[in-house]
């Protein structure tokens, strides 16, 4: 009986979608953790395929403030223990998005 190897399929390179129109209305959008006005669109980080020097998808984004910002990138586990997942945040973004006939 002949074993079957079990590996992986070659990753796919998943190219990056850039939208300015949505990075606006990110900004345009309450903190998702203060409610505050000002913000900063937060590309997602330590998540997906961990290469050094890649930005996640404009897609992937949530309105921070620039202090909350700043504390994300201090610390992404202390800051996601305390505030919840960076995706538990870009999906209630994203949905807010489509639910105003955006997307």
């Known amino acids: ?3 079957i190897a079990h ?3 070659p990753a796919q390179k998943v190219r990056r979608v850039e939208s300015k129109k949505y990075l606006a209305w990110v900004r345009d959008q309450p903190s998702v953790i203060s ?3 000002g913000c900063d669109p937060h590309h ?6 961990g290469r050094m020097g890649s930005k996640a998808s404009d897609l992937l984004t ?5 202090a909350e910002h700043n504390e ?3 610390d992404v586990r202390q800051w996601e223990s305390i505030h ?3 995706w538990q945040h870009v999906a209630v973004t ?3 998005y489509v639910a105003e006939g955006l997307g």
């Open 72 to 74: 994300l990138h201090h």
């Open 94 to 96: 994203l949905a807010r």
């Open 44 to 49: 997602i980080i330590a998540v997906g395929d």
């Open 35 to 37: 409610g505050q006005h």
């Open 62 to 66: 949530i309105p921070l403030t620039r």
């Open 84 to 86: 919840g997942s960076q």
């Open 7 to 9: 590996t992986r399929p």
């Open 1 to 3: 009986m002949s074993q």
